[in-house]
């Protein structure tokens, strides 16, 4: 349907506006102290959370929706939400085992599907970069090798001709 | 299906809106795809998709976020209608309750979007003409009554799917064409093109806002 830049913008660019994670944070506070916390209004915030373009909010995110997956009924959601976030902060390995369970419930859920495709992408370029750093090292350390014997190489032609 | 970055003059974003399983994804599937998606699981939180379409002769890129009908979800949604230029409020004419529930989407709709977005009210599964239990009559004073475009229509046989959407965008082009949509100013769900890099030579600017709008600036 759409192409990898396309879903990453729509997907994972659809930050919130900042107004609005604090609303959600008062509300969540109130809520908190008059003991009338819901596991709704966990998944609210969390939601708010995630959708942040903050990383210490995802973080707090995550840990929140984190606690409702273990207990709650409607772990799909969570756990599709936790892959967002985790491939928020580029923990794209997490981010994956979230994806897969959502697949595991739902093979043909679309919207995991993309996810799913978004992330994949990003471990290969990981892998990738990863080869290509090794790759580049090897060649560092060949040229290395190559200077020394060239220096090498000068200073014994030099003592021959003294 | 696109050929270049730039193959369209606009971009209009779109919401779907209505209580759960009365058929959003399914129009937009049937939208995009051209599809009937037999057994489509519950939207998680908002869906997106696009398609571009043509309207007197311009081509627009319709952005269009589909969201979740679940309860649980309601807060987290209406986030998604700032900035949108078209809301699609669905119902299902075989499930009354999803009828009656219109006038609370009609109130985030208004409360939430711009004056200017264009709100289509769609009778979805149009098919189970047998299982009705909301008439078009009603359905369209309804309509009328509150400023509404009207169709029924049917995701599963494609029935008027299309017609929506694009019906729709005409509208909100016509809006545009008669200067009641500033192009410069946020949240109104439409953005114009760069003309730049070339991608569409025969693009024809309405009106003399043509080129200030920078492109890359999201509605959404």
């Not at chain 1, 003991?35 to 609210?44: I, K, P, V, Y």
């Not at chain 1, 976030?85 to 923990?91: I, M």
Request: overall charge negative.
């Amino acid at each position: 349907m759409a192409d990898n830049s396309e879903l990453e913008k729509a997907i994972i660019g659809d930050f919130i506006p900042l107004a609005m994670i604090q609303a959600a944070e008062k509300e969540y506070k109130k809520k908190n102290e008059e003991g009338s916390l819901t596991d709704q209004d966990r998944f609210s915030y969390a939601w708010h959370l995630i959708k942040s373009r903050y990383k210490d909010d995802i973080k707090k995110g995550i840990s929140i929706m984190g606690e409702l997956c273990q207990d709650g009924t409607d772990q799909r959601d969570y756990l599709y939400f936790l892959a967002l976030a985790y491939y928020k902060l580029e923990e794209y390995s997490e981010a994956e085992q979230c994806i897969n369970r959502v697949l595991h419930m739902e093979p043909n859920n679309s919207q995991a599907k993309d996810l799913k495709k978004l992330v994949s992408g990003k471990i290969q370029q990981d892998n990738l970069i990863a080869a290509g750093v090794v790759g580049g090292a090897a060649l560092v350390g060949a040229a290395a090798v190559g200077t020394l014997a060239v220096i090498g190489g000068a200073i014994v032609a030099k003592l021959i001709s003294k | 299906m696109a050929s270049g970055p730039y193959n369209y003059s606009y971009i209009f974003k779109y919401i779907i809106i209505g209580d759960m399983g009365v058929g959003k994804s399914c129009l937009l599937h049937q939208f995009t795809e051209k599809k009937f998606m037999a057994d489509c699981p519950h939207t998680i939180g908002v869906e997106f998709g696009t398609r571009i379409v043509e309207v007197s002769g311009q081509k627009i890129k319709l952005q269009i976020w589909d969201t979740a009908g679940q309860e649980r979800f309601r807060a987290v949604t209406r986030s998604y209608y700032r900035g949108a230029a078209g809301a699609l409020m669905v119902y299902d004419i075989t499930r009354r309750s999803t009828y009656n529930h219109l006038s609370s989407w009609l109130t985030d709709a208004r409360n939430l979007t711009n004056p200017n977005t264009v709100i289509f009210l769609i009778g979805n599964k149009s098919d189970l003409d047998g299982q009705r239990d909301v008439t078009y009559e009603e359905a369209k004073t309804f309509a009328d009554e509150n400023g509404l475009l009207f169709l029924e229509a049917s995701a599963k046989t494609g029935d008027n799917v299309e017609d929506v959407f694009i019906e729709t965008a005409k509208k909100i082009y016509q809006n545009i064409q008669d200067g009641n949509v500033d192009l410069n100013a946020a949240d109104t769900g439409v953005q114009l093109k760069p003309s730049a890099s070339g991608g569409s030579g025969d693009r024809k600017p309405t009106g003399n806002q043509s080129s200030q709008q920078s492109g890359g600036k999201g509605c959404c």
